[in-house]
């Protein structure tokens, strides 16, 4: 079965840094390769958000509150999705989930909790 696994979450200070990872097993290389794919958060009682996206040539779109701070990249030999997290703010403290986009099908990542407070 496809899945889409989460790791890097966790407390961090303001003005530190997180990575987040996002790694698919057992998914087909065509479809990890050419399909965008984004970084979404949701906190209690909102919405989720788009955070960003990085598309299948790394061209990546951010979020206006994450612009200059916050990093989408892709390796796609280890099929892995990577949010580089620098400058963390308070009100960045959200659960982070990872997702790809494909024609059929939309694969998302278990979430992990990202907390900034001091």
């Known amino acids: 079965q496809v899945q889409f696994v989460e790791s890097g979450g966790g407390l961090v200070q303001p003005g530190g840094s997180l990575r987040l990872s996002c790694k698919a097993t057992?998914?087909?290389?065509?479809?990890?390769?050419?399909?965008?794919m984004g970084w979404y958060r949701q906190v209690p009682g909102k919405e989720r958000e788009l955070v960003g996206t990085?598309?299948?040539?790394?061209?990546?779109n951010y979020t206006d509150s994450v612009k200059g701070r916050f990093t989408i990249s892709r390796d796609n030999s280890r099929k892995t999705l990577y949010l580089q997290m620098n400058s963390l703010k308070p009100e960045d403290t959200a659960v982070y989930y990872c997702?790809?986009?494909?024609?059929?099908?939309?694969?998302w990542g278990q979430g992990t909790q990202v907390t900034i407070s001091s």
């Open positions: 057992r998914m087909i290389t065509s479809v990890f390769n050419f399909n965008t």
């Open positions: 990085i598309g299948r040539g790394s061209s990546s």
């Open positions: 997702q790809i986009q494909t024609p059929y099908v939309t694969y």
